[in-house]
Every structure is written in structure tokens, then in C-alpha cells.
């Protein structure tokens, strides 16, 4: 049965309308993201490994060499088990540093053009053959249907059409790092045609032909040569090499990277495809022999490549013959397209922009899609040129796939070091990708043009090594992987890595990586753009800036020189997926200039270790445990009540916690990385200059939103031990505490003043007392008086009433004085020198003018000259107490005693008495609010609490020493005021 080349023809461009269909209804969002972006979706697609080869050339392959066909198919399988230690690290990979393609990829890993270059030469050599393999299975398939269709306008109709929908659907956006997905679902359709196709002809074979699964049983056992030729090089022959090639090229080949890579969907399609993509191939592979047999019980002539056509058509299908044709246009034209999608990028970025075409002036971006339009169509014709001066005899289908199979099996040691040998170096790489691809192009591309089989000597050299010289597969893969592995582990083990293929290696092989050192010298956003200007232009370059800060959620107002260094390397980073790792690097770095001899700051060295724990928190053992830990301590300091800022060694903050946030109302977000001095007012002054004082605590008093405020500073340095004892401990930063005592100062100072009344009305009866005496003595004198006439007698008799005149001013000064202390309402007292021989004298005379205090002699054993320093008034309140509280212990007749002395720069004040004492249960509540000893009404309980309050806001201390009927010492502590130095 013949049918006519129109049929075909229109057949061909009504299945490729179809496509062009899918493919825009899925750009335009017709067709929903979960349908695109599904997992079976993604899994379908990647059958786009099943090329023409696979349909048409699979079984003349299993003709000649029985079930081995089948290893090529499950080294694609192997491939998925490989899933977690292969394919999901390099997603990773390529998502996270934008690596759109195997070039960039080994670029990255192996720093340098020449790297780049060398793998893009390597691919497009081995992609030649295969592109033409395609072009000449849709040919030949047209002309077993039509025998007068014209092969030159079938193959160039065919290369014309892919061009369009290339350039259509595959080129559409600026750069390769945005997913395509009209194109991903237009290849998913393919897969799934071409499946179908094969199925259905199988099934057909089985039922039309044999008559049944009974027929081709008995037909079967009437030809047991035909099952015997199947099994018989499956036993002879050996399959090991078939499998390492095909599990290589199910990720390694331009479009099976690409589509299993760069156009993977968001979400997690990779478990699915482990089951997916195997089960897609099975189904196709079952076919396989169907079609052979059927073939062979037709006595059909010719190769059987084409039997899947030639079977439906010996036996009047045309309808099925037809969806035969179009399975193979689906499988020969899903490869062209997304091969070339593949390689034109990457020849884009290692063979054109090298050479300063990026440099060229106008629009970049318009030019960079121009340029891979271009290559599109310069790849496939260049495939339909080596198709049209190869001798079509020289090879099968499935000999240019193995070609092509075995030249990309010599990027295995180079991923394997690239993944797991942060030893490997690009030295290595490199010398051993060329010796093996050396060897691939003289054991099997050029027999392709000369069709002399393999050279004598290698000849020999498989006999003697065991090999088949039939078929020259397994030498070629074995001798050119060889000598591969062995130049790349020898020269990486006798090179050493530069520190950037040090530190590309650590990301690659999933190790920590180290931080990068130095700061940005561009001190703004804006700066970046007038930078990166003159490099990609000035609209590219407001563009990339644009993105990435986006992508950070930074603004142009950002100063921090964390920030802006993370802005550089996201730039280069997204650049990477546009002009490739290399030339990325270099316009960064030519562009946006990192000083090395800065200081990384804290803040991002802190980020850096908090990502890697978190990176390792899934991970048992003791990161887990020092993950769970740092996690506990930033819940606490971030939870403090009091504000925490700790900073690095350069005044860079680095923690800003949540109570520091809401006191002074700057996020931690926009503080983190900023230097002190860089803080809007008052908080950048205060904080940088107590951060560089001589003072490790003060007080200080600000105006905030209206109030004043008082604050207390406390300072801690962080200093790190050198390596050696000769070696001095160095700062590397410090933490700084910003407690707010606003309200605590105004709460001590009611309570203060509380405690001055009930004072006052313990007291007012003795006060009463000690005024009563010299007014009786003032009033007898002064009747006295009347009668006296010496002027003598008046004279001492006006000195004795203006003698017990004074005394009373004097009680009456001391107890307003006392009462009206402390109602400051929390502002600072002033601190000066107190002479404590005074103070103490009248804190005995107020504390005896008490109801107990007659009966209770008070004596200070103070030395003149003695002095400390504080506030006059709140150390009186203190002494005072103090002494309430030793009168009212002592019994009747009792004594109650303050010595005071110098201990260094210190003070020391006890007040002892003669009481009862305290008992040991009770020692450590006595200075507990509301906590007192004595009677209901006769206490209050704030006492001591206050006693301790003011000691400790003077920097001292109050200690009680005590046995039950012993008496009580209270010892008070504080600082003494140093003898002013001489002058003059």
C-alpha cells in the first residue's frame, strides 16, 4: 500500500498545528498550571529519551542483536534508581545557581571559559549525529509510505518546521532560566503519541496477523528460530557497557538535562518520574519484538527499521499506518526541538559570548534572543547537513544514537568528581575529557565517514582484551572511559584547586560552604546600577538590579554592607543563568568590586552558620543537637525583657532583639548588618559612643516619644583567646543590654516615699518629746526672764533660748528633710562626695527621735575625713532604716553601735546591735518586699527592701550577719570617693 506524499504531508502539518495549539493554549494559561506542572506531565516529557531511534530503529536493532535492545532501555531505568544520589542533587544545583545547562554546570564546578567550551564542543560533536539520525528516519519513514517523495525537501521541510516551532515556543523569553511551559507539555504530548502509536500497532499485529495472543504462540512454537535469535546474543553477548552509556545519557544528553533540569516544574515531579518514566519505556519496549514477528510472519524485505510503518501498510491499514508516520514525526521532531533548545544556549554562552558579542552596544537582552534564535536554526541545519554527507550505509539508526551515547558517557568521572570529590580539579577534567573524546572520534566518528570499522591496531586490541569486533560498542565505551578516569584522578591528585574551584567544589559535593570574605565596594543600589552600566547596558543592567532586589525584598535606600554583598551575589547569580557562570563571574567582578582586605561583617557570619545548621536540622547526631540548642538560645535572648544588641567586631550589629525593637522602634530587619554610628538619633550616638567609652555600665536619661526616659547600659566584650600563650585576647565585638528603668525608678521612689511617712509616724511621739524639752526649758527661762535686771544674767539667758531654738530647728529641719526625699518621681538624684561621719551622726539622731529610741543609746564610731560617694539624701534613707531597725530590736538599756572604715576603694559601714538576732531560715527574706519580722501595724516590710534597692543603684552591697540571741551586724559596702589629685 502506497500512500500519497500529500496525505502525508498535510497528515504532518495538521499534527504539528495540534502542537502548536498545546503549546499556546498552556503559554496563554489555558490550560491550568496543575495540569502543566503535574508530575505525569513531567514524567511524559522526559520520554522524550525515546527518539526515532527507539521507534523506528529499536527494532531493527532487536533483529540483529535479539533482547540487548533492551539495555538501552533499562540503563534508563538504572538511571531512576539513581534518582537520590544523582538527579536530585543536580536539580538542586541547577535551581539553585541557575545553571541552565551541562556546560554551565561543569563551568561552575571547574572554573574557567576553557571549561565551558571544551563540554559544548564535546555535545554539539556527538548532537551532529543524532540530529541527523532524526532527519533521516522521518525521511526514510516518508519514503516507505510514499517511495517518490524527494528526500532533499523532506528533510528540509521537516528542519524548517522544528526551526519555526523552536523559535516559537521555545525561544520566546529573554533567557533560558524561564521555564517554558507550553513547550514541556507540547513534548509530554509527543511522548504520549508516540506511545500510543507503537502500542496500538503492536496490538493490531498481534490480532490482524496472528489472529490472537494464541496465534503468535503457535506461530511461535512453528518458528522457534525467530524467539531463538531474540535470546541467544542476549546470552552471547555482554551487556555492561550498553547500560553505563544509556543510564548516563537518561540525564546527561542536551535534552534529556534540559527537560529533566531547566524545565522541571516547582513543585516535586522527580518521585514521580522514578515509576513514570520506567513504565513509559516498558510499555513502548513491549512492543518491540510484536512488530518484529509480525514483520518476519509477512516475509517483509528490507531492514526491519521500518517494519512499525511497513506491517499496518502490507496489510491495507492506511488510518494506521498514518498514526504510525505521525508517532515518528512526534518522536524524530520532540528530540530536533528540544535538543537545539538545549544546545543553543549553550553555544550562545561558551562558543559566542566569549568571543564579545555581549559587549556589543544596544539592547542586550533584545540581542541575547536574537542571537539564540539564530543558533536554533544554524543547529538543525547543521543536522540536516551531516545528515545529507553521511554515507547512508555506513550506519543504522540505532549506531548514530550509540554514537551519540557513548560521546556523552565521558562526562561521567567529571560529574562524579563534580558531585562527590571536592578533590577533582578542572586540570583533570579537562585533560581527561579530551583524552576520552579523543579516543570516542577515532573509534567511532570517523568510521562514520570513512565506514572502515575500527582501525587494525584497536582491532586487536579488543580481540586481546576480550571484546566483540563485530560491534565496536563496548571497546570504544570501556578503553575511552579508561583512559578518561584515569588522566582525571592523576592529574587532580597532582594539581591543586584554585580557592574559587575550592569553594565551587564544597557547594557541588553538598560540604559547608565557606564564607566569602571582603565587602562590596559600591555603597548603595544605586551605585550597582552606574556599575553594571558600562558591562550589560544601561537597561539590562536596571533590570538584573531590579529583579534581585525584588527577589531579596531590599530597596534602593539599603546601605548595609551585608545586604549589598548579597546583592552582588544574587546578581551574579541570576546573571549565570543568563550569560553562564563564567561570564557572570567575570562582569561582577569587573563591575562590582569586593575590597578582600575587609572585615566580613559578624552579622553575616552569624547568618551563614545559622544556614547551615539549618540546612543539617533532617540530620541525626550532634549537628541535630547543636541545631536544637541554638535554636533554644535565640528563643531566649530573643524573648529577654530587657534589650539585647550584640555587635560585631566593627560596630556591626548583629542580634537586635524583641524588646529592643519595642523600645526604640527600629525593626530588627532594617538594623541587622548596620553599623551603630549608621542608627537614626538618639539611638546611633548613644549606643556607638557607650559601645567605644571607658564605661562598662551607666545611666542615662533620653526623651522618647514625649517622655523622658531613664535608661541603664551595661557593656560586655567579647573577646576571643589567640592561637598561642604569646598571643593577646583580641575584641571581636560585644554585647550591649539597654534596660529601661523609667518606671522601676518611679515605682522605688513612691515606695521610698512611702516608707518616709510611715517613718515620720513612728517618729512624731518622739518628736514630740525631744521638741517638748527645750520648749519647757525656753518657756522657764524666758518667765525667768521678766524678773532678771543684771544684763549679764539677761544676756546668758537669751543664749540658753536661742540655744534650745536651734535644737528644735534642727529636729524639725532633719524630719522634713527625711520626709521629703526621694519624691523625685524617678529622675536622676545628683551623686557627689558625702562625708559619712555627719550622715551616720544624724541618722542616729533621727532613728532615736522613735518611741523606742530614748531608751536605747546610739553611738557612731565614724573617722573625720571619711567619705563616700552617691546621694546624700538616698544614703540617709538607707542609714536610717538601718538604725529603726537595730533600736527597735535592742532591748531596753541596749546598745546599737555604726563603725565605719576604708577597705581599699571601698567603704565599709556596720551597724551593730544587741537584739534578739535573726534567725537562719529568715536571713535570706529580710530584704524581700513586704517581708518584716515585727507586729502587725508596726512594720511595713519595705524597709530593707529599700535598703537594698538604693545600696545596689549606688554599686554596693548590704549583707546581714546574725546568730538568735546574739544580735545582728548589717555591713553596707560602697564605693569611696578617691582623694582628688594634687594640681599645679
Known sequence: MILDLGTLVVAALIYLLVLFLIAYAAERGRIPSRVTQHPLAYALALGVYATSWSYFGSIGYASQ??????????????????????????????????????????????????????????????????????????VESARVLSPSASATLLGLGFCVTTIVFSVLFGARYVTPRERHEGLALAIAFESLVKGVALVLVAAWAVTSIFGGPGGLQAWLDAHPEALRAMQQPARESSWASMLVISCAAAFLIPRQYHVAFTESPERDALSTATWAFPLLLLLMNMAVPLVLWAGAALGLPGPADF?????????????????????????????????????????????????????????????????????????????????????????????????????????????????????????????????????????????????????????ALAALLGFSTHEPWGFATFTSLTLNTLAFTGLSLVTRSSPEEAEAARLCAREAPSLVAGNVTASSPDEFRRQLAPVLGPDAATAELDRALAELGLSYGERRPVELRRLRDHIERNLSGLLGPVLARLAVSEALQVDPSARTALAEQLRFVEERLRDARGMPGPVRELEAVRRYLQRILEELPLGACALGPDQDVVIWNAALERLSGLRSEDVRGQTLTRLP??????????????????????????????????????????????????????????????????????????????????????????????????????????YEEDPAEMHERVGLI?????????????????????????????????????????AAQLARLGRKGADVTCVSHCPEGLEGVGNPQRLGQVFVNLVTNAI???????????????????????????????????????????????????????????????????GGTVEVDSQPGAGATFTVVLPRAMAPRATG
Open 307 to 459: 517494519h512499525v510503518l511497513a506491517v499496518p501498510a502490507a496489510r491495507g491499514a492506511p488510518a494506521l499506518a498514518l498514526l504510525a508516520f505521525l508517532g515518528g514525526i512526534s518522536a524524530s521532531s520532540a528530540m530536533v526541538i528540544v535538543t537545539t533548545l538545549a544546545m543553543a544556549p549553550m553555544c550562545l554562552t561558551h562558543l559566542v559570548l566569549p568571543l564579545g558579542y555581549a559587549r556589543a552596544p544596544g539592547n542586550l537582552y533584545r540581542r541575547l534572543l536574537w542571537a539564540r534564535r539564530v543558533l536554533i536554526a544554524a543547529i538543525i541545519l547543521a543536522g540536516y547537513g551531516f545528515y545529507l554527507l553521511l554515507d547512508k550505509r555506513a550506519a543504522g539508526l540505532v549506531d548514530l544514537g550509540l554514537i551519540a551515547f557513548v560521546g556523552v558517557a565521558q562526562f561521567i568521572p567529571g560529574l562524579l568528581g563534580l558531585l562527590f570529590w571536592p578533590r577533582a580539579t578542572r586540570t583533570g577534567f579537562l585533560v581527561g575529557l579530551a583524552a576520552g573524546t579523543t579516543l570516542w572520534t577515532v573509534l567511532l566518528l570517523r568510521p562514520l565517514w570513512t565506514g572502515e570499522g575500527l582501525p587494525h591496531e584497536a582491532t
Open 802 to 842: 536661742l540655744q534650745q531654738a536651734r535644737r528644735i530647728d534642727a529636729i524639725v529641719r532633719a524630719l522634713v528633710t527625711f520626709s521629703h526625699a526621694g519624691v523625685s518621681g524617678g529622675q536622676n538624684e545628683p551623686v557627689t562626695r558625702v562625708p559619712l561621719a555627719p550622715l551616720l551622726t544624724e
Open 681 to 786: 538619633e538618639p539611638w546611633g550616638g548613644l549606643l556607638s559612643g557607650f559601645a567605644s567609652g571607658p564605661d562598662a555600665d551607666a545611666e542615662t536619661q533620653l526623651r522618647l516619644d514625649g517622655r523622658e526616659r531613664i535608661l541603664r547600659l551595661h557593656r560586655s566584650l567579647a573577646t576571643l583567646s589567640g592561637s598561642t600563650k604569646e598571643e593577646p585576647e583580641r575584641t571581636e565585638g560585644a554585647v550591649l543590654l539597654v534596660e529601661d528603668l523609667t518606671e522601676r525608678k518611679a515605682m522605688d521612689a513612691r515606695l521610698a516615699h512611702q516608707d518616709r511617712l510611715a517613718s515620720v509616724g513612728r517618729v512624731a511621739a518622739g518628736v514630740a518629746h525631744e521638741i517638748g524639752n527645750p520648749l519647757t526649758a525656753i518657756t522657764s527661762v524666758a518667765q525667768n526672764l521678766r
Open 65 to 138: 542483536h535479539g533482547f540487548r535492545y533492551l539495555a538501552i532501555y533499562l540503563g534508563a531505568t538504572l538511571s531512576c534508581l539513581l534518582v537520590p544520589v544523582l538527579w536530585r542533587p543536580m536539580l538542586k544545583l541547577t535551581r539553585e545557581l541557575q545553571l541552565t545547562s551541562l556546560a554551565d554546570l561543569f563551568a561552575f564546578r571547574y572554573p574557567g571559559q576553557a571549561t565551558g567550551t571544551g563540554v559544548t564542543l564535546v555535545l554539539l560533536a556527538g548532537t551532529l549525529p543524532y540530529l541527523a539520525l532524526q532527519v533521516r528516519a522521518v
Open 888 to 954: 527597735d530590736a535592742s532591748p531596753p538599756g541596749g546598745r546599737v553601735e555604726l563603725f565605719a572604715e576604708e577597705a581599699d576603694e571601698q567603704v565599709r559601714i556596720r551597724v551593730v546591735d544587741q537584739g534578739h538576732g535573726i534567725p537562719p531560715e529568715l536571713a535570706q527574706r529580710i530584704f524581700e518586699p513586704f517581708f518584716t519580722t515585727k507586729q502587725p501595724g508596726e512594720g511595713t516590710g519595705l524597709g530593707l527592701a529599700l535598703v537594698s534597692s538604693i545600696v545596689r543603684e549606688h
